[in-house]
């Protein structure tokens, strides 16, 4: 009997353990909104752009195990075709939610979380890697095809306001960054 009660009590203590909400130090973004950009969606968007050229129904071709050969050359056909732009599709979704974590930008600028211009071209992001999900599921490239540019269109919608706009220097100058259009 006092096994089954110390039992209960430890899975008790697991379950709560595993439901409580993370601290502060274990949800706060250790990187800035340019690594995020650059670590996943222009990967993961890449990925998807990639579907114009290449076929992922086109058989898998074996992946590079030579002596010498990479890591990336070794795992690259380990999750192929298909399954890429599935899980291309999953990241950009997900990566909305860091997108929207408060955060730095490169340049020091907090990135603009809270504003309503950039959370509106953020799920606009959102709304085509649904789509463009739904469309690999279904292994429609000519529709992934299709949705190329929406999804160019949803990353300029933000690019041209956030990211594109030079400072006071000029080309590469990007201490504008980030910031609000119209406020200092």
């Not at 469309?135 to 594109?164: N, T, W």
């Amino acid at each position: 009997m006092r096994a089954l009660a110390r039992g209960s009590a430890v899975a008790l203590a697991i379950a709560a353990a595993a439901t409580q909400v993370p601290t502060e130090a274990q949800s706060k973004p250790i990187g800035n909104l340019i690594q995020v950009m650059r670590g996943s969606v222009f990967r993961d968007a890449n990925l998807i752009f990639d579907v114009q050229q290449n076929d992922p129904g086109a058989p898998v071709k074996p992946h590079n195990t030579r002596e010498g050969a990479s890591t990336t050359d070794a795992f690259s056909n380990v999750y192929p075709g298909w399954q890429v732009v599935e899980n291309a599709a999953v990241m950009l979704d997900e990566s909305i939610d860091m997108m929207l974590k408060p955060r730095m930008c490169h340049n020091g600028v907090p990135a603009p979380v809270n504003e309503p211009l950039y959370k509106k071209t953020a799920e606009g992001l959102r709304v085509v890697a649904r789509d463009i999900l739904k469309a690999a599921q279904a292994k429609d490239r000519e529709k992934v095809i299709d949705l190329a540019g929406p999804l160019s269109d949803a990353c300029a919608a933000c690019h041209v306001v956030y990211r594109d706009p030079e400072g006071p220097k000029g080309f590469g100058d990007n201490s504008i960054r980030c910031k609000v259009p119209g406020k200092k």
